[in-house]
């Protein structure tokens, strides 16, 4: 993901759990294989900070951010468009 300066209106490390979470998710072992998937944002995640995070990885080449029902996304990534 792109480092970028958040702005004031949250914090820096809600934005750093946010990304931690979702790297966590995409680096696992199976996430890798089928190369999408879907997440939803955490009570205790700021909103700022999860949509900032959302639009980062959504400007990132190659990847594809689908807005669900309810608040998820899914991401997908190479192999995804070829399904």
């Known amino acids: 993901m792109p480092s ?8 820096q490390e809600s934005y750093k759990l946010v990304v931690r979470r979702i790297q966590r998710l995409i680096t696992s072992l199976d996430v890798q294989k ?3 998937v879907t997440v939803n ?5 700021s909103l700022e900070a ?3 995070v959302i639009q980062e990885i959504g400007e990132t080449s190659g990847v594809d ?9 899914r ?3 190479r192999g995804y468009y070829e399904v």
Request: aromatic share 12%; net charge negative.
């Open 41 to 45: 944002r955490k009570d205790y995640e």
């Open 65 to 73: 951010i689908q807005h669900l029902d309810g608040g998820a996304v």
């Open 4 to 11: 970028t300066a958040t702005p004031a209106i949250y914090s």
């Open 75 to 77: 991401i997908g990534w």
């Open 34 to 36: 089928v190369q999408i």
């Open 50 to 52: 999860w949509h900032q």
